[in-house]
């Protein structure tokens, strides 16, 4: 555009440059044509050389400038000089290229340098009339006066050229800019779209065509944010149910590559980095995983499996990994992988069954002798007083047996079912304690046993007094089976800091080992089995002990150390009288 | 990225995915037979046995791999420093997984008699190496020189776990000749958890080579084998 100016400036200054160029020396010798012919007509014909002279040194003088009359062979006739010129010429200007021009036609016109003066001159040449006293006559127009002349115009023309090249140029640029500046907004909004800026409006552009477009790519953003929008609201949400599963969730692609996990996944198998986008086998290594996840991308079937002992947890999980078909690839299917945590389940089901093989073998014992004691007497036995007496025996102390585990596990499923219910109530312990010492030591008075106890009085607890006594005849007995003859059982109370009553039954007994400690609790569990079974225990009564113990909202301690022997404490929140008022109990 | 870049990068990437794979298929034999030891469970001890075939085929993959990425594409750098420490890697897992296979076989023994004592030792002894190995090559996946070097330092107490299994061991063969069989294949399988962790330092090794270009085994020697400390104190 400015190109185009400019050079259409510069055409239409050079042609104008030309113009005033041709046009200053075209004036200039127009008026000195007609001046040269006022002169020629006035000049006296036949007149004296010196009479011309003066003649044309007056009209020289009046003209203004150089008038010289030249004869036929080329000699100068006479001359106006000015004053301070120097007159000299050549002898004949019969081959000045004026003259030579004037022999021509009646003009003559010649632009060139006076040799003497070095000025440069237009001159100009009149060829006269036969009767005139010279055969020409000459002007010479200082050309200085020309391009002065000339100056004056440019100035002028170069202003004019000037506005009359810029302001339409401006005009133009303004005209066509207010029709392109809205498709350069609207082409600016639409790259924003395009590199997916979706926030800045698209500007108007009035009510024409575009518009028109204008509004329609407006419109067409606002469905595409609310759309957006709306995807992004489903993609919260579904993030939201992904991070909220307690299951891990694994999403592989085709490629085997990690599309998504869940913070539940990351709880099931630590990694320290992040694990979208890495390839399956840096995030998981374990191989059973492996080939599921491989086998449902390869078959698109699902595929269910369980996994004992994932990874450094040690955790069981089932396995579900489904295929999902995947968007956008050639192969076909996405592995889509649950972790469902089975540690605790599958520790359920192994206490269920240890449970039933247990109460299996504890009742099949005692049932395998009385069956053959009882088949003995079927086959004669029974004739022989003697032998009849033992077999009796022997089925009356196993049915025993049997009766006593039978009340026990129906204890003990009450307790876990809470058909238990308590009947608390506030009494001195200082009378029960010696009744279950006196209920249980006849059986053991083999063993000479020392017995102590070592209570306050009184020693009121708060519980059902029958389990109670339930819970301190199972710990004595406990104390007293497994102690060594000659040995010691003390029962010991006191309240502790928090005013929780504290019941202990020591014995002098062989002690329990550490890791047994813990799952002496434990149904079936003994120490000794053979030990145990021999003494008549159902394996039971220390888990209902801790069973009864728990439902009175106290708890039970172990301490025990080989050889020396075991410590039980049961400790009992304390009454509900004294935990209010300690002094008051401690006055009544 | 040209075709030929894409499918060098396919290379490498099945190369370390093969070698991560069987990493998991030796983690996997080693617990798996650990838990055979202690749980007694012949058909589970069996079944390892059996399975080392799969990482011996994995072996064998992972080699021709190597070798065929090294021709093709003349890597070099950091990729030939991941081909080359692959190629040492490889042999250190499958030698891992033939020791789980060895506890397995010593575990069948032992299952032929009754039980010596309850064992406490060496299920430490192969929680602690299980855990080296899961490190280690957690190092290797995330190129971690430092989780490496933490790796290697968790050796030593592998060697004294073993010393005082050894330990007791003897003092059972002392007390009872008829414990002496047992009480050496339990030796066995104590030095093969003690092998175990050996392999997972030399892998970690191997990720500081793979992750800074140094070398770090044998630290008293350099290449031209002087001992620079030797050297300097001369």
Same mark, same amino acid.
Request: overall charge negative; aromatic content about 4%; some cysteine.
């Given at each position: 555009?400015?190109?185009?100016?400019?050079?259409?400036?510069?055409?239409?200054?050079?042609?104008?440059?030309?113009?005033?160029?041709?046009?200053?020396?075209?004036?200039?010798?127009?008026?000195?044509?007609?001046?040269?012919?006022?002169?020629?007509?006035?000049?006296?014909?036949?007149?004296?050389?010196?009479?011309?002279?003066?003649?044309?040194?007056? @009209?020289?003088?009046?003209?203004?400038?150089?008038?010289?009359?030249?004869?036929?062979?080329?000699?100068?006739?006479?001359?106006?000089?000015?004053?301070?010129?120097?007159?000299?010429?050549?002898?004949?200007?019969?081959?000045?290229?004026?003259?030579? !021009?004037?022999?021509?036609?009646? @003009?003559?016109?010649?632009?060139?340098?006076?040799?003497?003066?070095?000025?440069?001159?237009?001159?100009?040449?009149?060829?006269?009339?036969?009767?005139?006293?010279?055969?020409?006559?000459?002007?010479?127009?200082?050309?200085?006066?020309?391009?002065?002349?000339?100056?004056?115009?440019? @100035?002028?023309?170069?202003?004019?050229?000037?506005?009359?090249?810029?302001?339409?140029?401006?005009?133009?640029?303004?005209?066509?800019?207010?029709?392109?500046?809205?498709?350069?907004?609207?082409?600016?909004?639409?790259?924003?779209?395009?590199?997916?800026?979706?926030?800045?409006?698209?500007?108007?552009?009035?009510?024409?065509?575009?518009?028109?477009?204008?509004?329609?790519?407006?419109?067409?953003?606002?469905?595409?944010?609310?759309?957006?929008?709306?995807?992004?609201?489903?993609?919260?949400?579904?993030?939201?149910?992904?991070?909220?599963?307690?299951?891990?969730?694994?999403?592989?692609?085709?490629?085997?590559?990690?599309?998504?996990?869940?913070?539940?996944?990351?709880?099931?198998?630590?990694?320290?980095?992040?694990?979208?986008?890495?390839?399956?086998?840096?995030?998981?290594?374990?191989?059973?995983?492996?080939?599921?996840?491989?086998?449902?991308?390869?078959?698109?079937?699902?595929?269910?499996?369980?996994?004992?002992?994932?990874?450094?947890?040690?955790?069981?999980?089932?396995?579900?990994?489904?295929? /999902?078909?995947?968007?956008?690839?050639?192969?076909? @299917?996405?592995?889509?992988?649950?972790?469902?945590?089975?540690?605790?389940?599958? !520790?359920?089901?192994?206490?269920?069954?240890?449970?039933?093989?247990?109460?299996?073998?504890?009742?099949?014992?005692?049932?395998?002798?009385?069956?053959?004691?009882?088949?003995?007497?079927?086959?004669?036995?029974?004739?022989?007083?003697?032998?009849?007496?033992?077999?009796?025996?022997?089925?009356?102390?196993?049915?025993?047996?049997?009766?006593?585990?039978?009340?026990?596990?129906?204890?003990?499923?009450?307790?876990?079912?809470?058909?238990?219910?308590?009947?608390?109530?506030?009494?001195?312990?200082?009378?029960?304690?010696?009744?279950?010492? !006196?209920?249980?030591?006849?059986?053991?008075?083999?063993?000479?046993?020392?017995?102590?106890?070592?209570?306050?009085?009184?020693?009121?607890?708060? !519980?059902?007094?029958?389990?109670?006594?339930?819970?301190?005849?199972?710990?004595?007995?406990?104390?007293?089976?497994?102690?060594?003859?000659?040995?010691?059982?003390?029962?010991?109370?006191?309240?502790?800091?928090?005013?929780?009553? /504290?019941?202990?039954?020591?014995?002098?007994?062989?002690?329990?080992?550490?890791?047994?400690?813990?799952?002496?609790?434990?149904?079936?569990?003994?120490?000794?089995?053979?030990?145990?079974?021999?003494?008549?225990?159902?394996?039971?009564?220390?888990?209902?002990?801790?069973?009864?113990?728990?439902?009175?909202?106290?708890?039970?301690?172990?301490?025990?150390?080989?050889?020396?022997?075991?410590?039980?404490?049961?400790?009992?929140?304390?009454?509900?009288?004294?935990?209010?008022?300690?002094?008051?109990?401690?006055?009544? | 990225?040209?075709?030929?870049?894409?499918?060098?990068?396919? %290379?490498?990437?099945?190369?370390?995915?093969?070698?991560?794979?069987?990493?998991?298929?030796?983690?996997?034999?080693?617990?798996?037979?650990?838990?055979?030891?202690?749980?007694?469970?012949?058909?589970?001890?069996?079944?390892?046995?059996?399975?080392?075939?799969?990482?011996?085929?994995?072996?064998?993959?992972?080699?021709?791999?190597?070798?065929?990425?090294?021709?093709?594409?003349?890597?070099?750098?950091?990729?030939?420093?991941?081909?080359?420490?692959?190629?040492?890697?490889?042999?250190?897992?499958?030698?891992?997984?033939?020791?789980?296979?060895?506890?397995?076989?010593?575990?069948?023994?032992?299952?032929?008699?009754?039980?010596?004592?309850?064992?406490?030792?060496?299920?430490?002894?192969?929680?602690?190496?299980?855990?080296?190995?899961?490190?280690?090559?957690?190092?290797?996946?995330?190129?971690?020189?430092?989780?490496?070097? %933490?790796?290697?330092?968790?050796?030593?107490?592998?060697? %004294?776990?073993?010393?005082?299994?050894?330990?007791?061991?003897?003092?059972?063969? $002392?007390?009872?000749?008829?414990?002496?069989?047992?009480?050496?294949?339990?030796?066995?399988?104590?030095?093969? $958890?003690?092998?175990?962790?050996?392999?997972?330092?030399?892998?970690?090794?191997?990720?500081?080579?793979?992750?800074?270009?140094?070398?770090?085994? %044998?630290?008293?020697?350099?290449?031209?084998?002087?001992?620079?400390?030797?050297?300097?104190?001369?």
């Amino acid at each position: 555009m400015l190109a185009t100016a400019i050079a259409t400036g510069a055409i239409v200054g050079f042609g104008a440059v030309r113009l005033i160029r041709q046009a200053v020396v075209d004036r200039y010798v127009e008026r000195y044509k007609s001046e040269l012919r006022l002169v020629s007509a006035s000049l006296p014909r036949d007149a004296a050389s010196a009479e011309l002279e003066r003649e044309i040194d007056r @009209w020289g003088a009046l003209v203004g400038t150089r008038l010289t009359l030249i004869g036929t062979d080329g000699r100068v006739v006479a001359d106006s000089i000015l004053p301070g010129e120097p007159a000299a010429e050549p002898d004949s200007l019969a081959d000045s290229p004026e003259v030579v !021009a004037a022999q021509g036609g009646r @003009w003559g016109l010649a632009d060139r340098t006076a040799p003497a003066t070095g000025v440069r001159y237009l001159f100009l040449v009149r060829r006269l009339d036969p009767d005139a006293p010279a055969r020409y006559l000459r002007v010479a127009i200082p050309y200085a006066d020309i391009l002065h002349a000339r100056q004056q115009y440019y @100035w002028p023309a170069a202003l004019l050229l000037l506005v009359g090249i810029a302001v339409p140029a401006l005009a133009a640029y303004m005209a066509v800019r207010r029709w392109t500046a809205p498709v350069e907004r609207l082409r600016d909004a639409t790259r924003r779209l395009a590199s997916g800026r979706f926030d800045e409006p698209v500007p108007g552009a009035g009510d024409d065509e575009l518009g028109r477009l204008s509004s329609t790519i407006e419109r067409a953003r606002q469905e595409v944010l609310r759309q957006m929008g709306k995807l992004q609201r489903r993609h919260e949400e579904l993030q939201l149910v992904v991070a909220s599963m307690n299951e891990g969730v694994l999403l592989v692609n085709p490629d085997r590559h990690v599309r998504l996990v869940n913070p539940a996944f990351r709880s099931v198998l630590p990694r320290r980095m992040e694990a979208e986008g890495r390839p399956l086998t840096e995030v998981v290594r374990d191989p059973r995983v492996i080939e599921a996840v491989d086998e449902v991308l390869a078959t698109g079937a699902d595929c269910r499996q369980r996994i004992r002992h994932l990874g450094q947890t040690g955790r069981s999980f089932e396995l579900v990994v489904t295929a /999902a078909p995947a968007v956008g690839t050639e192969r076909r @299917w996405a592995a889509v992988a649950l972790f469902f945590d089975v540690t605790r389940i599958e !520790a359920l089901e192994e206490t269920r069954r240890e449970f039933v093989a247990n109460v299996t073998h504890e009742l099949r014992t005692p049932l395998t002798s009385i069956k053959a004691c009882a088949h003995t007497l079927q086959e004669g036995a029974a004739d022989d007083p003697a032998a009849r007496d033992r077999f009796l025996g022997t089925i009356v102390r196993q049915s025993e047996r049997m009766a006593a585990l039978v009340s026990d596990l129906t204890d003990l499923s009450r307790m876990e079912t809470g058909a238990i219910q308590l009947d608390m109530r506030e009494f001195d312990a200082g009378s029960l304690v010696p009744d279950v010492i !006196a209920q249980v030591s006849p059986k053991y008075e083999a063993l000479d046993l020392s017995i102590g106890v070592d209570l306050p009085m009184p020693f009121t607890l708060r !519980a059902d007094r029958r389990r109670f006594e339930q819970v301190l005849v199972n710990l004595v007995d406990n104390a007293m089976k497994f102690n060594r003859p000659g040995g010691a059982v003390t029962v010991r109370g006191y309240t502790d800091e928090l005013g929780r009553r /504290a019941l202990v039954v020591e014995d002098t007994g062989e002690g329990i080992a550490l890791e047994a400690r813990e799952k002496v609790f434990q149904r079936f569990f003994r120490v000794d089995p053979t030990r145990s079974r021999e003494l008549g225990g159902t394996g039971l009564g220390l888990s209902i002990v801790k069973h009864l113990v728990q439902l009175h909202g106290g708890e039970i301690r172990l301490e025990s150390e080989l050889g020396q022997g075991s410590r039980f404490t049961v400790l009992l929140p304390p009454p509900a009288a004294s935990a209010a008022e300690p002094q008051a109990a401690e006055r009544g | 990225m040209s075709r030929l870049e894409r499918n060098y990068a396919a %290379h490498l990437e099945a190369l370390s995915a093969k070698i991560l794979q069987l990493g998991g298929l030796v983690e996997h034999a080693i617990e798996c037979a650990v838990r055979a030891l202690v749980d007694r469970d012949a058909d589970l001890a069996r079944e390892v046995i059996e399975r080392d075939r799969e990482v011996d085929m994995l072996e064998l993959e992972i080699d021709q791999l190597a070798v065929e990425t090294l021709a093709r594409f003349q890597p070099a750098a950091g990729d030939l420093r991941f081909i080359t420490t692959a190629m040492q890697i490889t042999p250190d897992l499958e030698r891992m997984g033939d020791l789980a296979s060895n506890v397995c076989e010593r575990a069948l023994e032992l299952m032929e008699e009754p039980p010596l004592k309850p064992l406490v030792d060496i299920p430490a002894m192969a929680a602690r190496a299980q855990e080296m190995l899961h490190r280690s090559l957690d190092a290797f996946v995330s190129r971690d020189p430092q989780a490496a070097r %933490h790796v290697i330092t968790l050796d030593d107490e592998l060697d %004294h776990r073993m010393e005082s299994v050894f330990r007791e061991l003897v003092s059972y063969m $002392l007390e009872d000749p008829r414990n002496i069989t047992r009480a050496i294949r339990l030796t066995f399988v104590a030095k093969y $958890l003690e092998r175990i962790g050996d392999q997972s330092t030399n892998i970690c090794e191997l990720v500081v080579y793979l992750a800074e270009g140094k070398v770090i085994k %044998h630290p008293r020697l350099t290449v031209d084998g002087k001992s620079p400390s030797a050297g300097e104190a001369g």
